[in-house]
């Protein structure tokens, strides 16, 4: 299976996770400098397709120096081609109220907030709604918010911080894989001895869609499973093989499942041969 959608993912994720060094409000204040670390924003974010109909970004503006306005400007990065849009600014107005205490500001986004006035150079452009059918391409790409602080002396900073907001689907990414293969003929023993024991492996979920991503089928490479996890965190999957059977014909109670607390995800499912089903138990521990 190709593994570059997840790469692409796995870099700006490193990219999203690199902050700066930069300490102190008066180390950054001296002299006429154009850099700093003015206010404090909500740093990275996870836009989990399908869960986040709204989200806040918090801009937190320490007591300190004057802060007359902070101009958000606001851009898309299509990481396919790390192609950027252009900008969109908007103002928060502060008005010197960090002189005497702490000042809070909170911007509200949803998809449609993010997206507005921009456009890319070439398409494929911004989807117009995350339902978009070809969403998973856009997994990976992400916005970014800068703050550029006017100051009550005059002077322009361009704030150290940045906030970026990632597309990703919310359970892709690498897993721990815990397999059991029950073959009636070969050897083992249903439930409790598996054919060739319990196989152990690393595995890449690599995203299909908004709520669905793909594995290998049960020991083979050529064959798919495709898990679809619902909003209210149901799991059906589905095959590219017509034999194939979500379930276990043996105990109806083990069923496909996700953990929201641990991210464990339970597939059972089987496919009919000469002597009788072989049965798949396979369970995906996120990577820590």
Excluded at 21 to 48: R, W
Excluded at 82 to 105: H, R, W
């Amino acid at each position: 299976m190709k593994k570059i959608i997840f790469s692409a993912l796995s870099l700006v994720l490193v990219m999203m996770f690199s902050t700066s060094c930069d300490e102190t409000f008066d180390d950054l204040m001296t002299g006429n400098a154009k850099t700093g670390g003015l206010v404090n924003p909500t740093g990275n974010v996870a836009y989990k397709l399908g869960l986040t109909p709204s989200f806040d970004i918090v801009v937190d503006i320490p007591k300190g120096q004057g802060i007359k306005t902070i101009e958000v400007q606001k851009f898309y990065t299509r990481m396919s081609d790390t192609t950027v849009s252009n900008i969109v600014s908007t103002t928060l107005d502060v008005n010197n109220a960090n002189v005497t205490a702490s000042v809070e500001k909170t911007m509200t986004q949803t998809w449609d907030s993010m997206k507005e006035g921009l456009v890319l150079p070439t398409d494929p452009q911004i989807p117009v709604t995350e339902a978009d059918s070809h969403i998973a391409d856009f997994i990976g790409d992400f916005w970014t918010f800068k703050y550029v602080c006017t100051m009550d002396d005059g002077r322009v900073i361009t704030n150290t911080q940045e906030t970026q907001v990632a597309i990703a689907n919310f359970f892709a990414g690498g897993y721990d894989l815990l397999l059991k293969y029950f073959h009636p003929t070969a050897g083992g023993v249903y439930p409790t001895e598996p054919y060739g024991g319990d196989r152990a492996s690393k595995i890449d979920m690599v995203p299909t869609g908004a709520l669905d991503c793909q594995v290998y089928f049960g020991v083979w490479t050529d064959n798919l499973i495709n898990i679809h996890i619902a909003p209210d965190y149901t799991v059906t999957i589905t095959f590219n093989r017509a034999d194939a059977v979500m379930g276990d014909p043996y105990n109806a109670a083990n069923k496909c499942s996700y953990d929201p607390e641990t991210g464990i995800i339970k597939l059972y499912y089987y496919y009919q041969g000469s002597g009788g089903p072989r049965v798949f138990w396979a369970v995906y521990t996120p990577k820590s």
